[in-house]
């Protein structure tokens, strides 16, 4: 088991079945939770007990592989390597909030979205809940400051790992750990439907946001392999539930291709789907990367489409570009060490 799937009671199990003490469980949690993941670094846990860890857990497999700064605005790329040999990406990105970290959910993604980086790649496996929590703490740690959101959009279908997305969630809104609370956390899913519903029903207070990109269910079946499965109907449907029942506002994401799906008649339909809902479009001026057949919308397209949303009623941001010379922006991250290899 990787060292930070631990809980504090799981590691309390741990040292009742060794005959540690029971503060000895608190003590390695907290070191932990600073991002101590290899045991070299717990200066006040006696060698035997560092090393029956190291024999029973993972422990220094989670490693950086390189790191990136953008020139532009001081975005912070990661690439992380984990036990087997898979690689991860994690984004730092810096607001006058403080810091935001864009963490991935698996290696690679089988959701095949046309114009995202991340599904050239191919798929790995699914992270763990701590593998999850890893891209937080030792991010945190790389950059000498405190992350006070986190958004996981990076690669992968959050949603397709539900399970362990769940299980990451309760260890950092744990107060024995990093007990960052629910609001401060995001998650994107390409439209799940069944898992919306399943999320809907824990009540959580963490941030829904669904991956839209066509106000059709025509269009939008040829760029996201997702719609042959759930129309557009089924995920607001599900949508619907979710902010009647808990009362949040669901953020629809909506990336502009040129040419694609960028018209004022798309902007016009997509206003006439979300009409009276409780909802927020977050407009991305989408990211190029090698290889795409997709072309970001000129800046005058992306303009006239945000005020049509405001003209027709519906709340619309376009939302900042951050890490572009990086290939750390929205829909451009790729296991990129893995392929060079």
Known sequence: MFCLDLSLSDLNAWCEAKGYPKYRAGQIYRWLSSGAIETSEMTNIPKTIREQLESDFDFGSFHVIDKFVSKIDGT?????????????????????????????????????????????????????????????????????????????????????????????????????GMNLGARHITVSTCGLVPRIKDFTELGLQVNLAVSLHAPNDELRRKIMPIANKYTIAEVLAACREYTQKTGRRITYEYSLFDGVNDSLEDAKALAGLLKGELAHVNLIAANEFPGSEFKRSPRKNVKAFEEALKRYGINATLRREMGTDIMAACGQLRRSVEEDK
């Open 76 to 176: 912070t790329k990661f690439v992380y390597g984990l036990a087997d040999g898979n690689v991860i990406e994690t984004v730092v990105m810096r607001y006058k909030t403080g810091l935001s970290v864009c963490i991935s959910s698996q290696a690679g993604c089988r959701m095949g979205c046309r114009f995202c980086a991340s599904a050239k790649a191919g798929f790995g496996r699914n992270l763990t809940s701590g593998e999850m929590l890893a891209q937080v703490i030792v991010s945190q740690k790389q950059m000498g400051e405190k992350i006070s959101k986190v958004v996981v959009m990076g690669i992968g279908e959050p949603f397709e790992n539900y399970d362990n997305f769940i299980g990451f969630v309760k260890l950092i809104n744990s107060p024995d």
